[in-house]
């Protein structure tokens, strides 16, 4: 389990750095210009319907039956895998079929605001893309069947396949002068996975006949169908940010996604290890223990992802402009995504403990606890952009988000016994972001690139560090912080 948790998470980082490079270059290469907009319209369209129909028959359905037929009936669970296998190979080509006749119309769907000569890209993009569904599903399928046989090789190498796909065709795509070939990416990233996963677990797959599966197809059925709500929410969330996007204005829909990028990877790199560190012995405790553990671990992670957040809502424009201002990522391009992000960076501190208390619910069983804090957040996140936009421009698109993110913390919270905690510590903060944001912000306001984010970030960890060693709670908070890092 250690080792296979470990390959999951170098995989994980060798794609973030992949990922991060390959959003530099398409901002280099391409700005927020058509080509980076159609590339994420053509994502959209080919993911949204994807992951409706596959991502919790496969997470919450599949991996967990198949795991436990393992042991109490090996034919059947067989049978499972063949049965689900032969279902995604229709559901694929059903999609492959629509989404290539009707990439027009499915662009339109998404982003009914683009201009003419950009929704066609857009469908270009989409037939291209999309001829990587088939390849998609059934390398998802065959990575869950490896994870129920305590291997992680597949999923540990996902998204840094996919990363060296995506940015071996943008090379390809700037050299040859034919933005479309960004598109094809992603499609061959997933063919050439495919045909690799084939091969790693064809020993798992035995020959011969197989069980009746009719019984354990329905016992996947009910373990879904709580779920069924999520993905409605969740992919119409994503299509509702698409489309306010592109009302917005072309250039904001690549926009959305670089100043995304940011925010994600700060909560990977800050909320995954200091936050689930603490969390790795949750699911064998009972609720009192486990409330304890919570305890000793959100105060150290608020006490860094606050300034982070500071940082990236007073920092936003010398951030962007430090990470993708070069080639056709202009200055237009830079304000648009800087305000996006000031909105992600508002709430940054709140996705963060999101991310942190909805694994730990999963990790004490309450699935559907988890999966109700997911979809509140979410229709407040849908709400507000449809609300908004008008009124607040791009900003709307970060500030939902992190809305959301605060309405998942809060009800996440309060089953855990942990939401008094949470806000007395985030109470105790606010005035020390205040004081470090105003002084960031008007020691950088003349400022650009590195010279302004070197200010703000300076500038909020004088005041950060200050209040650590002056206040006595956050003074202890930091020593633990330390001892775990010499001793870790």
Known sequence: MRDGVRRLVLGGLVGKLLGMLREVL????????VAATATRV????????????TADVLSAGFLPLHKELLRTDPARADGLFRALRRALWVLSAVLLVGLVAGAGTVVRLVAPGLEPSTAAACAQFLR???????SYLQFSLLSYLEMSHGGFRLAGVRATVQNLGMV?????????????VLASGFALAYVGLHAWGVGQVADLVPGGPTADVRAALGQVWRRVRPLLLLPVVLQGSV????????????????????????????????????????LAALAGLDRAA????????LPGLLLVVVPASVVLTVGSAPVVQVLYARGAFDASAVATSAAVLVGFGLGFWAQSCAYVLVK???AAGRNRTAAGALLAGLLVTLALNLALHRALGPVTLGLAASAGAVVTTVVAARPLGVAGLLAGWVLACLPVAGVAGVLGWWLARD??????????????????????????????????????????
Not at 290 to 297: F, I, K, P, Q, S
């Open 168 to 180: 071996a065709a943008l090379g390809a795509a700037w050299v040859l002068g034919q933005p479309v």
């Open 290 to 297: 486990a409330r304890e553990r919570l305890a000793g671990t």
């Open 360 to 362: 730990a619910l999963n």
């Open 42 to 53: 053509a994502q959209t369209g080919t993911l949204v319907p994807v992951d409706f129909f």
């Open 239 to 278: 299509v509702a940010e698409r489309v306010v996007a592109s009302l917005l204005g072309d250039q904001v829909v690549a926009a959305v996604d670089y100043a995304r990028f940011i925010a994600t990877t700060g909560v990977n790199l800050l909320a995954v290890p200091l936050g689930l560190a603490g």
């Open 128 to 134: 291209v893309m999309a001829l990587g569904i088939p």
């Open 447 to 488: 400022l650009d690139g590195w010279v302004a984010l070197l200010a703000v970030v300076g500038t909020v960890g004088a005041v950060w560090g200050a209040a650590w060693l002056g206040v006595g709670p956050w003074r202890r908070v930091g020593v633990g912080i330390l001892r775990g890092a010499v001793r870790s």
């Open 26 to 33: 398409l901002a280099a290469a391409y700005g927020t210009g």
